[in-house]
């Protein structure tokens, strides 16, 4: 096994660093004033936007990985040398001055950036730039801002279904660096979200696709902007339009489900296939945090292997089911790693993209939002996935089957611990490493919402700290 010279600090979900988008370097780092003056300007900005998602505290995985270890999807191996320190084998959050800040300071960075862009883009049109291109650009900013907000409010507070009125994050629409933000309610902070992304989608043209780069689900495009739609609807409990926008993107002809056949390598593309809507990028030269914290290092024997599948998600697969499909490594028969970040085979050590939306998600928003109302066949829906993933076909759907399905089929993308907190589920692990006391959590825990991070807390006396942190 690969191994580095590591320093003694745990990175998990909460460091912070700097990076580049498809070798793309941030322009808000240079003069603002140049960098805001022309639409050159502003679309570079917004190409280095993006960066920050490929961070190891956010995409780039801690924030996937974190919501896996979490729910019980995850364990942490101590056999051999598959343990760098990086994630934690129980249930436990740390209040320090540095825990838990990654996510918020790279969402604001970004939330920044997107707010100068959008407030710049006046006076932009003329020449070559047409208004069309005017509106794509502030298309891809409210993406960025809306995703943003949305990731940060699923980290740092309760659930829509749950405290709609309870504390969210601050909403930060001005560019005021200067500005001491309350905390919206969850409500307010949706609101946005919804607000921001059906403008996108009015404004967006339907084949808008960024130039200049490899991989154009790297980056927004209408079925983007409607799939996020779809999954925030559904963490709304509005369940028709959760199952309205999923169904806008199922009948998108450029989405296809991958077959039995496609599946274990579609994970190892270097740009999207048929049923990816929108990624983020991985490669060697995307350093915005130490490589070697990358999804390939973490989830790999190859790597460090920090975050292995627990034994009771493997169980739920049928023998035949592709998505049984596991890295393994010799002497170890029974640890097993995920085959979604076992590199692309562009370079060693290899990099991964990471998936933040694809075509399957649709099917199972739509079967969810079905099981609690919304019209349509449920059953359907879970066959379309069930038989391009050779596994037995549903004869029925309730709540259960979508929530096991969308367990099976969305694992180590980081949904479940999101998962788990809007249904009123707690989290039971019975596969893992490490104190007994700390590995379950009960439904509506305070701790599905992590604390603030302390250093904002010290600077900006307008917040409120999360319950269960003071």
Not at 311 to 323: F, G, I, K, S
Not at 454 to 462: G, L, P, Q
Request: with cysteine; charged share 20%.
């Amino acid at each position: 096994m690969k191994k580095l010279l590591i320093l003694s600090i745990t990175v998990a979900l909460f460091a912070t660093s700097c990076s580049d988008f498809l070798v793309k370097e941030p322009k808000l780092t240079q003069s603002t004033e140049i960098t805001l003056s022309t639409f050159d300007g502003l679309n570079s900005s917004i190409a280095g936007a993006y960066s920050p998602l490929v961070s190891s505290t956010w995409y780039g995985p801690g924030f996937v990985f974190e919501a896996e270890m979490r729910s019980g999807n995850g364990k942490k191996p101590t056999e051999g040398d598959f343990d760098s320190g990086r994630y934690s084998g129980s249930y436990n959050i740390s209040y320090n001055p540095s825990a838990t800040s990654g996510l918020w300071g790279y969402g604001y960075f970004v939330i920044s950036a997107a707010n100068n862009v959008l407030a710049n883009l006046e006076g932009k049109e003329g020449g070559e730039v047409s208004a069309q291109d005017i509106n794509n650009l502030k298309a891809e900013a409210l993406f960025l801002r809306a995703l943003s907000h949305f990731d940060m409010v699923r980290l740092y507070a309760q659930p829509y279904g749950y405290q709609p009125n309870g504390n969210g994050v601050p909403v930060v629409l001005s560019t005021d660096p200067a500005g001491k933000p309350a905390r919206n309610t969850v409500a307010e902070v949706y609101d946005q979200i919804v607000t921001d992304l059906t403008e996108a989608e009015s404004i967006m043209s339907d084949d808008y696709k960024r130039d200049g780069i490899s991989d154009y689900k790297a980056a927004v495009t209408k079925p983007a902007v409607q799939a996020l739609l779809s999954r925030v609807y559904l963490y709304m409990e509005n369940w028709n339009k959760a199952a309205e926008y999923a169904t806008k993107v199922i009948n998108n002809p450029a989405f296809e489900l991958w077959t039995a056949a496609e599946y274990a390598s579609a994970w190892k593309a270097n740009v999207g296939t048929s049923e990816v809507i929108f990624e983020v990028f991985g490669a060697q030269t995307n350093a915005y945090d130490a490589y070697w914290e990358s999804p390939m290092w973490m989830s790999s024997p190859e790597g460090y292997a920090d975050c292995a599948v627990s034994t009771d998600l493997v169980n739920l697969y049928e023998d035949d089911d592709v998505r049984n499909q596991w890295q393994k490594a010799d002497g170890y028969d029974h640890l097993y790693w995920t085959i979604k970040y076992a590199g692309k085979g562009v370079g060693t050590p290899d990099a991964n993209n990471t998936v933040v939306l694809r075509l399957s998600e649709m099917y199972l928003n739509r079967a969810e939002a079905i099981v609690n109302g919304a019209s349509g066949d449920a059953v359907a829906d879970l066959n379309k996935i069930a038989e391009a993933r050779n596994a037995t076909l549903y004869t029925s759907a309730g709540k259960e089957d979508v929530y096991n399905e969308r367990r099976k089929e969305l694992a180590w993308e980081g949904h479940l611990w999101f998962d788990l907190s809007r249904w009123g589920k707690g989290i039971t692990r019975v596969d893992y490493v490490g104190d007994p006391t700390n590995q379950n959590v009960a439904a509506h825990s305070y701790m599905f919402a992590l604390p603030i991070p302390k250093r904002e807390m010290d600077v900006n006396e307008n917040l409120v700290q999360n319950e269960g942190y003071n």
